[in-house]
């Protein structure tokens, strides 16, 4: 078993998706409390690492059944349908990782000592990691994948910590909705590059993002708004999201890169500038929550 080939198909380098939200969760625990409990946090990083990882192979299997992924020559290698990884293996590697992060989930619940409510997101956690490409109704192909990252990466992740760290602190949970979403925004460019970049493709195979559906003006227009509000509109209303403007004028650079990336190269590039965009923006915004 070739381990690195594993550990690409599981796209490490989208974990930063993972990495912000909780570490911006954490930053408003700490504020709260001025206490952090490290184990805690580990545990809700691996949370959020394994459902990501779980997800990417998933996508990789439901993709490939679907033929979702041929003749993408834009796009990083999927590993089913470029016969590297037999699909059933990635299938079942995908629900054993989900399976993990659920029982870590049951881990963080009995450590924090918070409301067995806790329990219904690592459900909704696993079960849309599968539904996201899988099942019926599949949200990527029904212009529901820009909803969910917002959701998930930002209400859900960022919330879910705080209250898990805050729970495990003693302290009271309090939501932070405006950093929540500013997060979900921010982290939605990479999908937005991901969907811009395969729009001929996925309109061939009927996967109807939101570019897809209202084209490729649309996804450059919705990429200006999702870092335009996380880095203009809420730091203007949310004092603890200033430092995060700083952000803005890379992003801006990055949208207008979008409307002239044609190559592979072209969208690697951007791809890797969106990430470290994100990157930037999760490390300030949790600065501006120590700090302000």
């Known amino acids: 078993m070739n381990l690195f080939v594993w550990f690409r198909a599981m796209r490490p380098k989208t974990l930063v998706a993972s990495f912000i939200p909780v570490s911006t969760g954490a930053s408003i625990a700490y504020a ?98 599968i539904a996201y490409t899988g099942g019926p109704f599949p949200l990527a192909y029904n212009g529901l994948g820009d909803v969910f990252v917002i959701f998930f990466y930002g209400f859900v992740a960022v919330e879910s910590t705080v209250y898990v760290l805050s729970s495990g602190s003693g302290q009271v949970y309090e939501p932070s909705l405006y950093l929540s979403f500013a997060t979900g925004c921010a982290i939605n460019t990479l999908l937005l590059v991901n969907n811009y970049r395969d729009h001929d493709q996925d309109k061939k195979n009927n996967k109807n993002t939101t570019i897809v559906l209202f084209g490729k003006k649309f996804g450059v227009i919705l990429y200006a708004l999702s870092v335009g509000v996380s880095t203009l509109i809420l730091p203007l209303v949310e004092d603890r999201l200033r430092f995060c403007m700083a952000c803005l004028p890379v992003a801006l650079y990055n949208a207008y890169g979008l409307t002239k990336a044609r190559e592979k190269a072209d969208f690697d590039h951007l791809l890797s500038s969106t990430a470290v965009q994100i990157l930037a923006f999760g490390i300030l915004s949790s600065l501006g929550v120590i700090y302000y």
């Open 32 to 129: 709260a409390s001025g206490k952090l409990d490290l184990w805690l946090w580990l545990l809700c990083l691996l949370f959020a690492i394994l459902i990501q990882s779980g997800t990417n192979l998933a996508n990789d299997y439901f993709d490939f059944k679907r033929g979702a992924d041929e003749d993408r020559k834009n796009a990083p290698v999927r590993f089913a349908a470029a016969g590297k990884l037999a699909p059933t293996a990635i299938r079942n590697a995908s629900y054993l990782i989900l399976l993990l992060a659920f029982l870590i989930g049951l881990l963080l619940l009995r450590q924090c000592g918070g409301s067995i409510h806790l329990l219904w997101v690592g459900i909704a956690s696993v079960f849309c990691a």
